[in-house]
């Protein structure tokens, strides 16, 4: 599965990492996204970052790798507006959220930065390997169709 990485992906993976890091260093954006549900505002940024993940895993598999820039500036814009689509008692029927997330919201947010801001090296690094899995693990439940 693994290769090794030729010097422009090492190049990429710098660029990119840091256009990540700077777009959460930003702080607490307004949210862009809103149909007044905000579990499904939420349910569906995280299908854009499930895209997006997978367009990078074919882009690298394609040897495009210029490519993946429009899908690195989509992660780290959707990333911005993961805590603020986890408001206090969001939590419905529909949601798969685990309580958790607000018991250890200092955690939550921390996993939030830090995670999406490697999602894109990592899955770089590795792309058979999905790296958003750790926090679906301890605040997730499981999904019930999956
Ligand atoms: C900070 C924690 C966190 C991070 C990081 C995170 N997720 Fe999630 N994700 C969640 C939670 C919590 C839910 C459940 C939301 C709900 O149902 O209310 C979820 C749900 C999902 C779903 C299901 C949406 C649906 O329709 O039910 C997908 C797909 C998903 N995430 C993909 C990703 C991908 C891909 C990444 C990495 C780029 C990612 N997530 C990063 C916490 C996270």
């Given at each position: 599965m693994l290769r090794q990485a030729p010097l422009h992906l090492s190049i990429m993976i710098i660029v990119l990492v840091a256009a990540t890091a700077t777009a959460c260093t930003t702080g607490s954006a307004p949210r862009m996204v809103g149909t007044g549900d905000v579990v499904a505002d939420r349910q569906r940024v995280m299908k854009l970052q499930g895209e997006q993940m997978t367009d990078i895993q074919n882009k690298i598999k394609a040897d495009n790798i210029e490519g993946i820039a429009t899908n690195a500036e989509v992660l780290a814009i959707t990333s911005m507006q993961i805590t603020s689509l986890f408001p206090e008692g969001s939590l419905t029927d529909k949601s798969n959220a685990k309580p958790e997330i607000w018991v250890r919201w200092g955690e939550f947010e921390a996993t939030a930065k830090n995670k999406d801001q490697k999602a894109v090296a990592d899955v770089l690094k590795?792309?058979?390997?999905?790296?958003?899995?750790s926090c679906h693990d301890t605040f997730r439940k499981p999904l019930p169709r999956s």
């Open positions: 590795d792309y058979g390997r999905a790296t958003c899995v």
